[in-house]
């Protein structure tokens, strides 16, 4: 059973640019979440997915950033004209239902030039 | 509100010494408690998790956690500390499923010869 796959590992934008983060859940897992982790930070939860359902977006910065997990395919996090902040390590997680624990992806790593 | 304090930011200890980090919680439900490792430029990897019964847990590498509710404290130790060690420590808590994890700030491990 492969882990939670995250695709690309490593991202490079321009400021005002588009980026689009992938995630793909492990096998038979159907919640995905989606952490950022600034330099010298934890991790902060950003928003909480299930097939088709945005379950909470409470960490969600309002504008620029969305979050979607579609009935077929990988969850996708998109930022919207980005900026120098945006530039940080983006991790998914995935869990089965019913389970506390939540497993991680490599992470990708956004920046912003 | 639901918080995690690390409250050393860096710690430095010799090869073979042993090795505590500690974790305090703030949470208003039943906490289910993780500690998480990384290492530069990689993704999080679980050390060990604490959901009920025994306040002593077991984990992989050779860690170990204990769980004190009245201390609200999920510290991680390890009586022997090898070089493969150095790496960032994190700390999380959780609650029922499909609730976000509360991350810690990190501890920063250097392990010198």
């Known amino acids: 059973n492969a882990g939670v796959m995250q695709n690309p590992r490593h991202l490079v934008r321009r400021r005002g640019q588009e980026a689009r983060l992938r995630c793909s859940p492990m096998?038979?897992?159907?919640?995905v979440y989606w952490y950022r982790q600034l330099p010298e930070e934890g991790l902060k939860f950003m928003v909480y997915l299930q097939k088709e359902n945005i379950i909470d977006e409470s960490g969600m910065p309002k504008e620029r950033f969305s979050a979607e997990f579609p009935k077929e395919g990988p969850s996708i996090l998109r930022i919207q004209q980005v900026v120098r902040g945006d530039s940080a390590a983006y991790f998914c997680?995935?869990?089965?239902?019913?389970?506390?624990?939540?497993?991680f992806g490599p992470g990708t790593r956004l920046t912003v030039t | 509100a639901q918080s995690v304090t690390q409250p050393d930011i860096h710690i430095t200890v010799s090869e073979g010494a042993s090795l505590e980090l500690r974790c305090n919680y703030s949470?208003?439900?039943?906490?289910?408690l993780f500690w998480y490792v990384q290492s530069p430029g990689q993704g999080l990897q679980l050390l060990l998790k604490y959901f009920s019964g025994d306040t002593l847990v077991q984990g992989i590498k050779g860690f170990e956690a204990e769980f004190k509710r009245s201390q609200s404290s999920f510290n991680l130790r390890k009586p022997s500390v090898h070089w493969s060690d150095a790496a960032e420590y994190f700390c999380a808590v959780g609650a029922i499923a499909g609730n976000q994890f509360y991350f810690g700030t990190g501890t920063s491990l250097t392990v010198i010869p």
């Open positions: 096998k038979g897992h159907s919640h």
């Open positions: 997680a995935s869990s089965p239902p019913e389970d506390y624990e939540q497993y």
């Open positions: 949470y208003g439900a039943t906490p289910y």
